[in-house]
């Protein structure tokens, strides 16, 4: 069964940092990009960043750049989200998928994603 499990989010103050992790179960990881989404209720949910199977092309939406990082660990099926200076508007339900080899040009509104899981909450406030 394919699985992707997001987990490390939590509650976090303005200019905080948090670690984001996407640990896949179920396919050969390395052949799959993976993305990380978010979505606050009410709202239509917005690509953050992807990387390639390879890890070579990474992704930004233009206001995660310079304060997030992704990266990927292969051999232990797990994808990273770094996330630091983080801001209130930052605050959403983080969530992580895949999609066959490259990113693709639709990442940003989730094209061709699949195996989306329950995702983690990361709240930015004071």
């Known amino acids: 069964e394919v699985q992707l499990q997001a987990s490390g989010g939590g509650l976090v103050q303005p200019g905080g940092s948090l670690r984001l992790s996407c640990t896949a179960s179920g396919f050969t990881f390395d052949d799959y990009a993976i993305g990380w989404f978010r979505q606050v209720p009410g709202r239509e949910r917005e690509g953050v960043s992807c990387?390639?199977?390879?890890?070579?092309?990474?992704y930004y939406e233009d206001s995660v750049k310079g304060r997030f990082t992704i990266s990927r660990e292969n051999a232990k099926s797990t994808v990273y989200l770094q996330m630091n200076s983080l801001k209130p508007e930052d605050t959403a339900r983080y969530y992580c998928?895949?999609?066959?080899?490259?990113?693709?040009?639709?990442?940003?509104?989730?094209?061709?994603?699949?195996?989306w899981g329950q995702g983690t909450q990361v709240t930015v406030s004071s």
């Open positions: 990387t390639s199977g390879s890890g070579i092309s990474k």
């Open positions: 998928a895949r999609t066959f080899v490259d990113c693709g040009s639709g990442w940003l509104q989730g094209v061709y994603f699949t195996s």
